[in-house]
């Protein structure tokens, strides 16, 4: 364990023999006592002390560490500082894959949001759904390969694609086979690579990532719209256009 790690575990252990006390019936007398208070519930309590179980045990594990608390860092207001924590940069990473009609984009990002490779590749539209599947996971693979990551360090996998989806990752025929080239058995076929593969309609996705960080960001409901238009060849143009109600 490094010395930033056994830092991390002293202070973990301070903090949560502190709050422990302060959920407890105990310290939540002397606050009544104090300040005039009226104590938390048992129900609550029990809560409390299951999250201070459970943060000691992820910072423990080093799947957590402590920053420095609001006031330390300088953002802090009034009230006690929240304590605060982020996950450790070194558990593993997660891929996106943008399979299209004729691209794939693949994009491996770790736990705290840094893309460590992103590059997209223009593919034959007309390929097999066999041919298909086989240049995703090499693209996948180059990806890999460049991020120099181990297929052990995948924690999970979304990759969108062009068709709908149910809930196994599967689409339907399509008359022309045009969901089974964009999507060609990549639920099957990327089941081993990672503990959690999702395979999601791309508008679905777009509208979950206007959502968390594109212009809907705050707004309760809203709408989506991917319009699609050949303007050259290399692919289709997109456009998001979100409107919160």
């Known amino acids: 364990m490094s010395v930033a790690s056994e830092r991390d575990a002293e202070t973990a ?18 606050a009544a006592e104090a300040a005039g208070s009226a104590p ?13 179980d459970a943060i000691d045990t992820l910072v423990r594990a080093e799947v957590l560490h402590e920053l420095p608390n609001a006031r330390a860092a300088g953002s802090y207001r009034a009230g006690r500082p929240a304590r605060r924590f982020v996950l450790a940069s ?8 943008d399979a299209g009609d004729n691209h794939v984009a693949v994009t491996i990002a770790d ?34 390969a460049e991020a120099d990551v181990s297929h052990e360090s995948i924690l999970a996998i979304c990759v969108g694609v062009a068709a709908p989806v149910n809930r196994a990752g599967i689409s339907p025929p399509h008359p022309d086979g045009f ?50 238009e050949e303007v050259d060849a290399n692919g289709p143009a997109r456009t998001e256009a979100p409107a919160c109600d």
């Open 13 to 30: 252990g301070l903090v949560k023999a502190y709050f422990e006390y302060v959920a407890s019936a105990e310290g939540q007398d002397a």
């Open 40 to 52: 938390i519930s048992d129900s609550l309590r029990e809560q409390i002390t299951t999250a201070i």
């Open 90 to 97: 070194d558990l593993g990473v997660v891929i996106g894959v």
């Open 111 to 144: 736990l705290l949001d840094r893309t460590l490779v992103h590059h997209r590749t223009d593919i034959d539209s007309t390929q097999s759904a066999s041919t298909r599947r086989a240049t995703i996971l090499e693209q996948m693979e180059q990806a890999l």
């Open 179 to 228: 969901w089974e080239r964009t999507n060609p058995g990549l639920a099957e076929a990327l089941a081993d690579w990672a503990p959690a593969v999702e395979i999601k309609n791309d508008a679905q996705l777009a509208a979950i990532a206007e959502g968390s960080v594109g212009a809907a960001v705050g707004c309760r409901d809203y709408v989506a719209l991917l319009a699609g």
